[in-house]
């Protein structure tokens, strides 16, 4: 249904019809949180919701490119001679700093294009919109110019236009998880070496519901980067005494046994991070053997060890959590994404999603005076094309 209504308006904007068709999903992670930085290990998924962009091509070097999202901003152009960041372009930033690395790699993007873009990934939800929007950019370069760019090139790629142009100091597990998703799959990525697996998700009579704060969360203004300098303090601090080079690499007893070098605040941080990692370990041992109960606990203690020893939770996510854990049919619940608002996720059982809203949604209001919001989550592929046929599309 989007892309109808999307043709609409690019017809509309540019006196023609669109020639293709592309969509790149958003992400969960199910449980690895704030390591990706720190060398360890992430358990992240694509889901249905994510980036459309219908396109066609310029014989100029100009791109225009709309959002359905962001009506009032209009239509926002800019020349591939000139790829410096402007604020005023807004989310377009993102569109730019893709074109600007494949030049910077060598593979500059040969012509413009005009773009209309829609998102049903929440805005500043913690669902990875920038990322789907790169990896979405990438494919649409990579498809109409026939770069050669892999899926792990792609969200390398990806990684840089945050860190280099974007400003958001951030790992490589969003846009890997994109880039490489699989249907009913989710992918173990060891965010050291880039090495990865695919663990089926049987969820059966379970469900997995998003549950979104509506709180938004800006990551480049959110603590994001100071969490990330108080892990580098931290393992600077730890490889006086230890030959590790990320805090994933530390065992819990060496950092026991040399807590007296950190302050309070870097002890708790590296706890947290090799914490979480080795229930990144345990839970995908409780996938294989089937065992729903288990990882629904690991859930519940990742979120426990967000909140008190990251503290990237805040009221809203800890609201969320909590009515959930009390909530009718749960297996388990916790924060994903940065933090600071955003969204959780929770395995419930499918008979039980609609009490499990139901009662979690009216604890919000009375905790928070606003409502949360409710997806049930499939997991989905990586970026595509879609077919467009009259005023229908296929993927």
Known sequence: MHVVTMKQEFIKLFDHAPEHAYFAPGRINLIGEHIDYNGGLVFPAPITLGTYALVSRRDDTLVKAYS???????????????????????????????????????????????????????????????????????????????????????????????????????????????????????VLLNCENLDYGYFPIKLEDHCIVIMNTNKRRELADSKYNERRSECESALSKLQTVLNAPNL?????????????????????????????????????ECLKANNLEEFGK????????????????????????????????????????????????????????????????????????YEASFYIASIGDGPTCIQMEGDEAHV
Request: glycine share 8%; net charge negative; with cysteine.
């Open 68 to 186: 359905m999202n962001f009506k009032d901003l209009g239509l926002i152009t800019f020349d591939l001679n000139n790829l410096t960041y402007d604020p005023a372009h807004d989310w377009v930033n993102y569109i730019k700093g893709v074109a600007k690395m494949l030049a910077e790699e060598g593979t500059p993007v040969p012509s413009g294009l005009n773009l209309v873009v829609f998102g049903d990934i929440p805005n500043g939800s913690g669902l990875s919109s920038s990322a789907s929007l790169e990896m979405l950019t990438t494919y649409i370069f990579k498809d109409l110019f026939n770069f050669n760019l892999s899926p792990v090139d792609s969200a390398l790629l990806g990684k840089k236009v945050e860190n280099l142009y974007i400003g958001v100091n951030s790992g490589i597990m969003d846009q890997f998880a994109i880039a490489l998703g699989k249907k009913d799959h989710a």
């Open 248 to 284: 994933c690499s530390i065992v819990l007893a060496d950092l026991e046994a040399h807590k007296n070098l950190l302050t309070e605040v870097e002890y708790r941080r590296a706890h947290h991070v090799i914490t979480e990692n080795e229930r990144v370990k345990q839970a995908t």
């Open 298 to 369: 690991l859930l519940n203690a990742s979120h426990t060890s967000l909140c008190h020893d990251y503290e990237v939770t805040g009221k809203e996510l800890d609201a969320l959590v909590e009515a959930a854990w009390e909530a009718p049919g749960i297996v388990g619940a916790r924060m994903t994404g940065a933090g600071f608002g955003g969204c959780s996720l929770a395995i419930v059982e499918k008979d039980s999603a609609e009490a499990f809203t139901k009662y979690v949604g009216a604890k919000y209001v009375d905790a928070i005076g």
